[in-house]
């Protein structure tokens, strides 16, 4: 193994997935700087969502390393991994993934429950950041009596709220109209910038890379642009061949 660079908080080297015998990552290598916001952009099935789940230990990959912090997460045990995702990072994924049973407010909480946090502090930053994204009303409502827009709010929340060293979102304005879409995505990276919290962001659309403060691209696995590349310079090379 080599070790990563000294400024990458995530870094990832050669990674390579199948799903079932077909391709998903190619050899992609990228580093994430402290406090970055970096999209991944590129077409629906370019492997998008698989390199996210590569990074943050949902998925190990075939071959290749991953690293946060300088600690291989390629090589933790799947415990290890899960207590990282827990402890370390947040998800937001196209659809809320809420718990039914919860309120809105629980709903934010619960990593901060899940890590121990006082009830009574986890509530607070729950409530804090449910203002924050202009769903404080809905509290006490569970997801059903929510609509799209505000449950994908709560599940942005849910997120900030713990907290997290690296944020990973994958599309997550896909089922959004494109005005609620923006709004979130601006409480979202101006609350990331002002928390110093690192974001992987995951879109097939150029409109919401041009927001990160740099882009990779990818086609059919690969990255198909330059390392270096800042804000969404090169982000029509998706159409290239590889």
């Given at each position: 193994m080599?070790?990563?660079?000294?400024n990458?908080?995530?870094?990832a080297?050669s990674?390579h997935?199948?799903h079932?015998?077909s391709?998903?990552?190619?050899?992609v290598?990228?580093?994430?700087?402290?406090?970055?916001?970096?999209?991944?952009?590129?077409p629906?099935?370019?492997?998008?969502?698989?390199?996210?789940?590569?990074?943050?230990?949902?998925?190990?990959?075939?071959?290749?390393?991953v690293w946060?912090?300088?600690?291989?997460?390629?090589?933790?045990?799947p415990l290890r991994?899960?207590?990282?995702?827990?402890?370390?990072?947040?998800?937001?994924?196209?659809?809320?993934?809420?718990?039914?049973e919860l309120?809105?407010?629980?709903?934010?909480?619960?990593?901060l429950?899940?890590?121990?946090?006082p009830?009574?502090?986890?509530?607070?930053?729950?409530?804090?950041?449910?203002?924050r994204?202009?769903?404080g009303?809905?509290?006490?409502?569970?997801?059903?009596?929510?609509?799209?827009?505000?449950?994908?709010?709560?599940?942005?929340?849910?997120?900030?709220?713990?907290?997290p060293?690296v944020l990973?979102?994958?599309?997550?304005?896909?089922?959004l109209h494109?005005?609620?879409?923006?709004?979130?995505?601006?409480?979202?990276?101006a609350?990331?910038?002002?928390?110093r919290?690192?974001?992987v962001?995951?879109?097939?659309?150029?409109?919401?890379a041009?927001l990160?403060?740099r882009?990779?691209?990818?086609f059919?696995g690969?990255?198909?642009n330059?390392?270096?590349?800042?804000?969404?310079?090169?982000?029509?090379?998706?159409?290239?061949?590889?």
């Amino acid at each position: 193994m080599v070790a990563p660079p000294d400024n990458d908080v995530l870094w990832a080297r050669s990674l390579h997935h199948a799903h079932d015998g077909s391709p998903a990552l190619s050899g992609v290598s990228l580093g994430v700087h402290e406090g970055e916001i970096l999209a991944v952009h590129g077409p629906r099935g370019c492997g998008k969502t698989t390199l996210l789940h590569c990074l943050n230990g949902q998925t190990v990959p075939q071959e290749g390393e991953v690293w946060f912090d300088s600690v291989p997460v390629h090589t933790m045990s799947p415990l290890r991994r899960e207590r990282l995702r827990l402890d370390r990072f947040a998800w937001i994924g196209p659809e809320p993934a809420l718990v039914p049973e919860l309120t809105a407010w629980e709903n934010t909480a619960l990593p901060l429950l899940l890590r121990g946090t006082p009830r009574r502090a986890a509530k607070t930053a729950a409530l804090e950041w449910l203002e924050r994204l202009d769903v404080g009303a809905c509290a006490k409502r569970r997801p059903r009596a929510l609509l799209q827009s505000q449950r994908q709010r709560v599940a942005v929340a849910r997120a900030l709220a713990a907290e997290p060293a690296v944020l990973f979102a994958d599309e997550p304005t896909a089922a959004l109209h494109s005005a609620e879409g923006a709004q979130v995505l601006r409480t979202l990276t101006a609350a990331a910038r002002s928390h110093r919290i690192t974001v992987v962001l995951a879109t097939h659309d150029a409109d919401v890379a041009a927001l990160a403060d740099r882009t990779v691209a990818l086609f059919d696995g690969r990255r198909v642009n330059s390392p270096d590349t800042p804000g969404v310079e090169g982000r029509d090379t998706c159409s290239l061949s590889v």
